[in-house]
């Protein structure tokens, strides 16, 4: 699925969103530098945004790391962010089960919108979150920027209203792809609480878990501390 998308995938999630997925990265680019980090790895990077917006906004040296198994997604991030930044992050091909980095090797992972795929109804949940843990330095963070569930009943009806009759349609007219953005809207409809991420997150071993939710809890900001 994710070799077969990238062509019009940032045109999608800019529609999809209304523009607000730039923000809501910038948010979590943020949230990663304000622990003042020398080392970040950007978890399922695919185009790069999340490294871009990062490299962006560091003042000072720091490594970042985009990481990816869709080599499309990597061509894609590679390319833009030489357009773009100064100092380019590296995009590596790998797998989130099996990180091709040393133990504690990192201060922060983030992730953006890239949680849901590794952790909803995916058997590789367990391995995936534990390898996150074991990359990071102790007290190191993992910063996730994701859809959410919204706590109001009325919004949430309406988001999954939003979800089942924009999201899918648009994604499927623009890419072509209706499997893709079936899975998309019909996963987001169906994701985590915030309270549901906590306990996973809890449950492989993170210390604590914070959330901040992001227009009206259609999306969010997870930190948790290792
Ligand atoms: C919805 S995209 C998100 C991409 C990007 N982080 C963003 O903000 O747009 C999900 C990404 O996760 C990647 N991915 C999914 N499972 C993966 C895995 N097991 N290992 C590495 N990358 C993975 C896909 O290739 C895809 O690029």
């Not at 995009?91 to 090797?105: I, S, Y």
Request: glycine share 8%; with cysteine; proline share 5%.
């Amino acid at each position: 699925m994710f070799t077969a998308v990238p062509p019009s995938y940032d045109l999608i999630n800019h529609v999809i969103t209304l523009g607000m997925d730039r923000n809501w990265r910038r948010a979590a680019a943020r949230t990663c530098l304000a622990f003042t980090p020398q080392r970040i790895l950007d978890l399922a990077c695919g185009t790069g945004d999340l490294s871009i917006a990062i490299s962006r906004q560091a003042k000072g040296k720091l490594e970042i790391i985009g990481l990816d198994y869709s080599e499309p997604m990597l061509e894609i991030a590679r390319k833009k962010a030489a357009r773009l930044v100064a100092n380019s992050p590296d995009f590596v091909l790998g797998d989130a089960t099996r990180l091709p980095f040393p133990e504690e090797n990192f201060d922060i992972v983030g992730i953006s919108f890239a949680f849901r795929n590794l952790t909803y109804h995916n058997p590789i949940t367990q391995t995936a979150l534990e390898e996150v843990l074991r990359v990071l330095a102790p007290g190191g963070r993992f910063v996730i920027v994701e859809s959410s569930q919204p706590s109001s009943q009325f919004i949430r009806w309406f988001f999954r209203l939003y979800l089942r009759g924009f999201v899918f349609n648009i994604g499927y007219l623009l890419s072509g792809n209706r499997s893709a953005y079936e899975y998309l809207a019909e996963s987001m409809v169906r994701f985590y609480t915030p309270a549901e991420v906590r306990e996973l997150l809890i449950g492989v071993g993170f210390k604590s878990v914070s959330y901040c939710p992001l227009f009206f809890g259609a999306a969010g900001i997870h930190v948790a501390v290792k």
